[in-house]
């Protein structure tokens, strides 16, 4: 009987071009969203904000070789991405309220995660002795933790800082956009917001993390054109990628509730 186990299956996608796995990447976060939408409705969206936030901020540790950029491209760029499609769904059809509120949960979720790791990263580690036969496979967690969840404070500062003030400008700027358009061309509103949204948080991140906290600032050329022009390039695909589902995530929302007086405000 053919069986696929877990290391088969990530040894499989380790010999696959990496874009390949990146766009299932995109649909599988896609279709997340819009299956946490149909059975959930907008609380579907929260948890998944509040999810892809962590997800996102733990991605960004693998850096990974695309052929088409010279330089390896950290992780975490889809899954972060996808929160600004949630909250234009949610600001869409549910109102600014409800949108702010799942950027705020997306915030504290991460921020009660950091939290807990650090708490968990407290208890001291079990010596071999102590562990004997029986837990030797525990011996390396605890390094393995540390190395994943153990926060780098000017990151995290810089982070949540560029999360907090480019996702609240996206629905600020979603709702403007609804009002000049007299809530039409939905597929504007959603790529003009975010694309430029997303150059907001990649500029605010760049310069609070490589240049205000970092103890030897990058040049001026290095940072424009590797960490801020880089990967908003494929945000803006992310973006342009998305629109269908937006469009499929209009049509499950007006099936659950009509869109909410709030959202046309």
Not at 178 to 191: D, K, S, V
Request: with cysteine; charged share 10%; glycine share 6%.
């Amino acid at each position: 009987m053919l069986t696929l186990s877990p290391d088969a299956l990530i040894a499989a996608m380790n010999a696959a071009p990496p874009v390949l796995i990146w766009g299932l990447l995109l649909v599988l976060c896609f279709s997340a969203v819009l299956a946490l939408l149909r059975f959930f409705g907008p609380a579907g969206l929260y948890v998944y904000v509040a999810v892809a936030v962590i997800g996102a901020n733990i991605q960004v540790l693998k850096p990974v070789q695309f052929a088409v950029f010279p330089d390896p491209v950290a992780l975490g760029t889809v899954l972060f991405a996808s929160t600004f499609f949630c909250t234009d769904i949610l600001a869409e059809h549910y109102g600014r309220a409800a949108a702010r509120r799942a950027v705020l949960l997306g915030f504290a979720a991460y921020l009660l995660w950091t939290l807990l790791m650090l708490l968990t990263l407290g208890f001291r580690p079990l010596a071999a002795e102590e562990a004997g036969p029986g837990l030797a496979w525990a011996l390396p967690v605890h390094e393995a933790m540390s190395l994943l969840f153990t926060p780098a404070p000017a990151l995290f500062a810089a982070g949540m800082t560029a999360y907090l003030v480019s996702q609240f400008h996206d629905i600020w700027l979603f709702h403007l956009l609804h009002r000049a358009t007299a809530g039409r061309h939905l597929w504007f509103r959603n790529n003009a917001s975010t694309m430029l949204s997303a150059l907001i948080d990649n500029i605010v991140f760049s310069v609070l993390a490589w240049v205000v906290f970092a103890p030897q600032p990058l040049d001026v050329e290095t940072l424009v054109v590797t960490y801020i022009l880089g990967t908003w390039v494929i945000r803006v695909a992310v973006a342009a990628l998305d629109t269908p589902f937006l469009y499929l995530g209009r049509a499950i929302a007006r099936s659950l509730t009509p869109p909410a007086a709030a959202a046309r405000a």
